[in-house]
């Protein structure tokens, strides 16, 4: 059974950092491209930040200099790495994982990143 089961949302303040973790399971993790994207009330799915088989990343704009993406192949694991969060950051975050050799496109079901004071 495919999961990509997403953790380490929360509440903080502006300036501060939260790191999200995303789990994978039931597919061969390695081979996938890795992606964090967001989906704040009212807009449209945005990626953040992407990270392929071997370690390339690539992130948005608004992210750059601010947000880390990293894997871990031998346990299934991609984390995004947030500092000096701003309230635009508050989205539901998603986690996807894709291949488009195969057309897999496999998607979790989102934690929720609110910067607030």
């Known amino acids: 059974q495919v999961q990509l089961v997403e953790s380490g949302g929360g509440l903080v303040q502006p300036g501060g950092s939260l790191t999200l973790s995303c789990a994978a399971s039931?597919?061969?993790?390695?081979?996938?491209?890795v992606s964090w994207f967001r989906q704040a009330p009212g807009e449209q799915r945005e990626l953040v930040a992407s990270?392929?088989?071997?370690?390339?990343?690539t992130y948005t704009d608004s992210v750059k200099g601010r947000f880390t993406i990293s894997r871990d192949n031998g346990n299934k694991m991609v984390y995004l790495q947030m500092n000096s969060l701003k309230p635009e950051d508050t989205a539901v975050y998603y986690c996807?994982?894709?291949?488009?050799?195969?057309?897999?496109?496999?998607w979790g079901k989102g934690t929720l990143v609110t910067v607030s004071s």
């Open positions: 996807n994982a894709k291949r488009p050799i195969t057309k897999s496109d496999y």
């Open positions: 039931g597919f061969g993790f390695g081979m996938y491209v």
């Open positions: 990270i392929k088989e071997f370690g390339t990343t």
